[in-house]
């Protein structure tokens, strides 16, 4: 496997001390600018005036909320800006919905997110306080509604934050929570940084941590996430696109820890495909999944170069899950082929290695398509106990020192479409 690409990711993270320098040119305090910070005060156009005036300013600036709670509409951030959100300051979404208009996403009208880039570069997020998207207002504003986690639905939500066709981006030190939709979306963007921060929400719709959607040159270091839905969901267009997408590619996670959620995953919009992932040191405490990996035919595309490494799981109700039948983990029995399209999912050259898992309910599903099995999949060193077994079709997989003890006694079903070799 090559991971060229990754060593480049890595590489792009000595500009950002460049980046921080430019930064220190000008200081702009939201309050001097009109912003209250007081909790009931709406401080949009305050807190834009001053991301206004200090992106005047050539080389950027700082534009600082400190003391307080910053109540807010949608607010955008431009080039050369640090964002600086306080350990004792909170930017608190505005609790109308009327204060966030029209906006669109991924070829889909919705709602502006809280806090936006536009072809922006050069920006940072940082100072050790909290957003804080204000979701229940939206959450209960979808109670009962059908579909409302799809993109460009008649009740639309904000996203949380949205670095769109921007790139040299750092999130540091900062929490990111209850976002009204996915939380942080990097959109068609490039050289992305997550450090040592936190993303949080309650049991809550579609509250995904951390979205990259059709970008590249990522990186994701020490993140907690404790979230609504996907810990960490890698994406590159939506349902039934009609392209063409662009991919998401070179995205390294380390040493995170995920708790609440839908775990780590890749999908299920991936019409414009993945390529080169590599996770390591991961571990996760009480997760839906583990491993996920997750398309359809109506959402697929060429997924490869994949490498989970070093996971540890406590009580993930489902330690792998490679599927092509997303939102179901598998069929019942065989079933018929039908035709490749452009949206048929194509997994292959996966390795999961040093993985282990304790306390879950199934093992796994590792199940491609008739048309297009998951193919060149590696296990080694994994050791899963579940109440149910590791079940394989329509993929071609070697368990090389794996072991799964499941309640049920099956441990590893391998269906008569798989083709799995065993290395003790």
Same mark, same amino acid.
């Given at each position: ?44 156009? $305050? ?13 950027? /600036? #700082?534009? !600082?909320? &400190? %003391?307080? @709670? ?15 959100? $306080? ?13 966030? /208009? #029209?906006? !669109?996403? &991924? %070829?889909? @009208? ?315």
């Amino acid at each position: 496997m090559r991971w060229s690409g990754l060593v480049v990711a890595a590489a792009l993270i000595a500009p950002q001390a460049l980046v921080s320098q430019a930064h220190a040119a000008k200081i702009c305090d939201v309050r001097h600018f009109g912003a209250k910070g007081d909790g009931t005060t709406k401080d949009t156009a $305050a807190i834009q005036r001053a991301i206004d005036s200090c992106a005047a300013n050539k080389g950027g /600036g #700082t534009v !600082t909320l &400190a %003391g307080g @709670t910053f109540v807010s509409g949608p607010i955008e951030l431009k080039s050369g800006i640090t964002f600086s959100v $306080a350990k004792d300051a909170t930017l608190l979404g505005s609790p109308d919905r009327s204060d966030f /208009g #029209t906006y !669109t996403f &991924a %070829g889909k @009208t919705t709602v502006l997110p809280l806090v936006r880039t536009n072809h922006a570069e050069n920006v940072v997020i940082t100072g050790g306080g909290i957003i804080d998207g204000n979701g229940h207002i939206w959450w209960d504003y979808i109670k009962g509604v059908k579909d409302a986690g799809v993109l460009g639905t008649d009740h639309p939500r904000p996203l949380g934050i949205v670095f769109d066709h921007s790139k040299h981006i750092r999130m540091e030190d900062i929490t990111m929570q209850n976002a009204g939709m996915w939380q942080i979306v990097p959109y068609y963007s490039d050289d992305l940084k997550f450090l040592n921060m936190k993303v949080l929400a309650p049991k809550s719709p579609n509250t995904d941590a951390i979205d990259p959607f059709s970008s590249s040159n990522i990186l994701m270091d020490h993140v907690f996430s404790s979230v609504g839905d996907d810990n960490v969901a890698i994406k590159s267009g939506a349902i039934d696109s009609p392209g063409p997408d662009d991919p998401s590619h070179d995205i390294l996670i380390r040493d995170c820890t995920f708790e609440q959620g839908h775990g780590l995953s890749i999908g299920s919009e991936i019409s414009g495909g993945v390529y080169n992932v590599h996770a390591e040191r991961i571990h996760f405490k009480g997760t839906d999944q583990g491993i996920r990996i997750k398309a359809n035919r109506d959402r697929g595309h060429d997924v490869r170069n994949i490498t989970f490494k070093d996971i540890d799981m406590v009580d993930v109700k489902t330690a792998i899950l490679i599927t092509e039948y997303y939102p179901h983990p598998a069929p019942e029995g065989e079933v018929p082929a039908e035709p490749i399209g452009r949206l048929t999912p194509f997994f292959h050259d996966i390795r999961i290695e040093n993985v282990h898992a304790t306390g879950g309910a199934n093992a796994g599903t590792i199940v491609g398509l008739p048309e297009s099995p998951v193919k060149d999949t590696i296990l080694t060193n994994v050791d899963i106990q579940a109440k149910t077994a590791l079940r394989i079709a329509y993929a071609e997989v070697i368990l090389d020192h794996v072991t799964v003890k499941s309640d049920d006694g099956a441990n590893i079903i391998i269906a008569p479409t798989a083709k799995v070799t065993k290395k003790p």
